[in-house]
């Protein structure tokens, strides 16, 4: 399971609620991955192009042994999505990709507040790669690519993620997941 969305919309969290009641689960949280890796809080881009081919060989790995994936990351261009997909399919498993979405403003007005009252240094270190790569406007640009994913990926389930209600989000995943991944279209959109 890929969980898509922008930078501070849960998806970290609700990966995390996911494994918990989900034994042998692997959470390939990438940004963790990224922290193991020598120099990350100084060269984060870079560091990412270390640890994607990591994070692919862990969930083939996991999905050859019978055991599912969740994927908390940000992905807004189609080859890395289709990337973790072939990983999937080549391991006999299922890719379910779901998008958790807040309009473009309340996702810039989430993501500024979490930073403001971080409660793990990795917020607060994400805020300054933000503002050191163009603040906002980044921001907004890559919530504009996760709309222009969901035009070319139309099976995509979308989430409506309301800040401050992690539960009910997380009712509104299992709802996803119960369906079978069939959602048809991202014009199924749960929540709001």
């Known amino acids: 399971m890929h969980l898509n969305g922008p930078p501070g919309i849960g998806k970290s969290t609700l990966a995390q609620l996911y494994v918990e009641d989900h034994p042998g689960v692997l959470n390939l949280d990438i940004d963790v991955l990224r922290g193991m890796i020598g120099g990350s809080r100084r060269r984060f881009a870079q560091t990412g192009e270390i640890v994607r081919p990591i994070a692919i060989a862990m969930a083939g790995t996991q999905l050859v042994a019978g055991y599912d994936v969740v994927?908390?990351?940000?992905?807004?261009?189609?080859?890395?999505?289709?990337?973790?997909?072939?990983?999937?399919?080549?391991?006999?498993?299922?890719?379910?990709?779901?998008?958790?979405?807040?309009?473009?403003?309340?996702?810039?007005?989430?993501?500024?507040?979490?930073?403001?009252?971080?409660?793990?240094?990795?917020?607060?270190?994400?805020?300054?790669?933000?503002?050191?790569?163009?603040?906002?406007?980044?921001?907004?640009?890559?919530?504009?690519?996760?709309?222009?994913?969901?035009?070319?990926?139309?099976?995509?389930?979308?989430i409506a993620s309301t800040e401050g209600a992690v539960q009910e989000t997380y009712w509104l995943l299992a709802e996803v997941l119960d369906a079978g991944f069939d959602l048809g279209d991202h014009e199924t959109t749960l929540g709001r």
């Not at 990351?73 to 391991?91: K, T, W």
């Not at 958790?100 to 403003?105: A, G, S, V």
């Not at 607060?124 to 709309?147: I, K, S, Y």
């Open 71 to 158: 994927m908390p990351q940000y992905l807004g261009r189609l080859s890395e999505i289709e990337r973790f997909e072939a990983v999937a399919r080549h391991s006999g498993a299922s890719f379910c990709e779901i998008m958790l979405m807040d309009t473009k403003e309340r996702s810039l007005e989430r993501f500024t507040r979490r930073s403001e009252v971080a409660e793990l240094a990795w917020h607060v270190h994400v805020q300054q790669v933000v503002a050191d790569n163009g603040g906002l406007p980044l921001l907004a640009d890559m919530h504009d690519r996760l709309t222009d994913v969901l035009h070319a990926r139309p099976r995509a389930a979308v």
